[in-house]
């Protein structure tokens, strides 16, 4: 599959300079990164949750663990993980599982956390398993512009 058109215009409207930067597949973010070369805490790893009506999407270096109670307490409701059901319907452009990091351009409300932004250049997702986008620190605060910033994860 190819990168889904979603996430390109979104890039592209942000106007954020970016890089496609080709992967083998793997099975989880951190092998994502080992086999793109990148330090776990340059992947942004995008996880789905569910609120009472609606989704968010916690981004996080994949060299962390989310810390559901910490976003629960920046928003002040209950989260919990999406099934993985969901994620289909909330990325349908994207294949099973590959889950970009730019819940703007998906409609879903965004949480950063905020060791992401004292990377240089930061990697996520393209949606497609088989690519990563490579944007600058600054680019990556364009694109997630809309999105809230909190300690959400501990490294594991």
Avoid: N, W
Wanted: with cysteine; net charge negative.
């Amino acid at each position: 599959m190819t990168i889904p058109a979603r996430v390109l215009d979104y890039v592209e409207e942000k106007k954020v300079d970016c890089t496609v930067v080709p992967h083998p597949r793997s099975e989880s973010s951190l092998e994502t990164a080992h086999s793109a070369h990148i330090s776990g805490e340059q992947l942004a790893k995008a996880v789905l949750l569910t609120a009472s009506d609606s989704y968010v999407l916690a981004v996080l270096p994949a060299s962390h663990e989310l810390q559901i109670s910490r976003a629960e307490d920046y928003f002040g409701t209950d989260l919990k993980l999406a099934p993985e059901s969901d994620l289909p319907q909330a990325f349908d452009d994207c294949t099973p599982g590959a889950v970009p990091a730019l819940g703007g351009a998906y409609g879903i409300k965004t949480i950063v956390d905020k060791m992401l932004t004292m990377r240089s250049d930061v990697y996520f997702e393209a949606g497609d398993h088989e690519d990563l986008i490579r944007v600058s620190s600054k680019g990556f605060r364009e694109l997630m512009a809309d999105a809230d910033y909190a300690h959400i994860s501990e490294h594991k």
